[in-house]
């Protein structure tokens, strides 16, 4: 007596591709919180170390996903435009504020080219000013990607978990 079974190998197929999607869904989620934890925390030191806001409006983040960029943020708001330009209009704050954005969303998407296969979290700061601070042992992103490097791997097993 044979068995037959209930179910066509499509639904299993069905079944996988949606847990599949699930669980990227997760990923994804989970690096973009931790990414944009360390942002938080990396414009927070920059702050401090560099009044001119030119310094945290250069940090952002990218989530690459098999060669492809499915989330960033680079903060190009002039809410909180550079002091250079501060007794300018604020067009010209505006575009000082999405320079220093541009040039960390332009070095992140080159990094980005790097990772054809699986996930990655890019943090950056666009400034040449913070490989300066770093090197002065002034925290820029030091401790952002520490925080990544203790959170992201804790979130990434709760799903491996469920």
Known sequence: MALK????????KKVLDA??????????????KSGEESVRIARANADTIDASGKLAQSVGYVI????????????RSA???VEEHAANSSDSGQQATT?????????????AAQY????????????AYAVEAESR?????????MY????????LERLTQS
Request: proline share 3%.
């Open 99 to 111: 320079n220093e954005a541009l040039a960390g969303e332009k070095l992140a998407e080159s990094l």
């Open 5 to 12: 079974s209930a179910f066509a190998q499509a639904d299993i």
């Open 19 to 32: 847990s599949l999607r699930n669980l990227r869904t997760e990923i994804l989620q989970s690096m973009k």
């Open 148 to 155: 990544v490097g203790q959170q992201l791997p804790k979130l």
């Open 64 to 75: 690459v996903a098999d060669g492809v960029i499915v989330a960033r943020e680079f903060d």
């Open 137 to 145: 042992s002034q925290d820029v992103l030091t401790s952002a990607e």
């Open 79 to 81: 809410d909180k435009p």
């Open 116 to 127: 054809s296969k699986g996930y990655a979290l890019i943090v950056v700061s666009g400034s």
